[in-house]
C-alpha cells in the first residue's frame, strides 16, 4: 500500500532531523562510542541507534531542561546501556581512569577528568550507587547487596546522588 501524503511528509521529516543530527554531532557521538564499544562497527551501531531513538521521541526534547547535544547524549548512554546488556561485547569505561591520553584522544581525557572532578563532590553513599550502577552496571539489587542496603535506599541513593551530580556539572558548564 502507498504512503499517504502526511505519511511522506513526516517520513521526510525524519529523514531531515536525522540528517540535521548526524551532522551536528555524529562526529562527537561516533568519538564518545569509540571509547565505550569494542570495535568500529559497533560505535557505528551505538551511534545509528542513537539518532533513531532521537528520531523517535525527538518531541520529548526539551530546551529548557538542556543542549540538544547534551539530551542526545542522555539517549546514547542509555543506547549503550541497552546495547551492552545485550551483546556483552561493549567496554564500559570505568571509575578509575589512566591520567593520559588513550585511543579516544584528549575528549575522552577531559571528559573522564571532568566527571571524575564532579563525582569526588558527592557524598561516599551517593557516589558508591552512581559508580557501581553506571560504570561497573549493577542493578539496585545488586548494589544493595554489595553495599548492604536495602535496594530502595540504594534507588534514593542514586536519585540524590544524580541530582548532586549534574548540579556539579552545571558548575562546571557542562551541562545547562
Do not use: C
Request: aromatic fraction near 8%; hydrophobic fraction near 40%.
Amino acid at each position: 500500500m502507498p504512503k499517504t501524503t502526511s505519511e511522506h511528509d513526516h517520513t521526510q521529516r525524519g529523514e531531515a532531523l536525522t540528517k540535521r543530527l548526524h551532522t551536528e554531532h555524529g562526529a562527537a557521538l561516533f568519538n564518545w562510542a569509540l571509547g565505550r564499544v569494542a570495535d568500529r562497527r559497533d560505535a557505528e551501531e551505538l551511534v545509528a541507534e542513537t539518532l533513531v531513538r532521537a528520531w523517535r521521541k525527538y518531541d520529548q526534547y526539551e530546551p529548557a531542561r538542556g543542549t540538544e547535544r547534551a539530551w542526545l547524549f542522555g539517549i546514547a548512554r542509555n543506547a549503550a546501556t541497552d546495547l551492552y546488556r545485550k551483546s556483552r561485547r561493549l567496554r564500559i569505561v570505568g571509575y578509575n581512569i589512566e591520567e593520559k591520553p588513550d585511543d579516544g584522544g584528549i575528549e575522552n581525557l577531559a571528559e573522564a577528568s571532568v566527571i571524575r572532578d564532579a563525582l569526588g563532590t558527592l557524598s561516599e553513599p551517593h557516589r558508591a550507587v552512581i559508580v557501581e550502577a553506571f560504570f561497573n552496571g549493577r542493578t539496585a539489587a545488586q548494589i544493595g547487596e554489595r553495599l548492604g542496603v536495602p535496594p530502595g535506599t540504594v534507588k534514593s541513593r542514586m536519585f540524590y546522588g544524580m541530582r548532586a551530580l549534574r548540579a556539579a556539572l552545571e558548575e562546571r558548564e557542562v551541562l545547562q
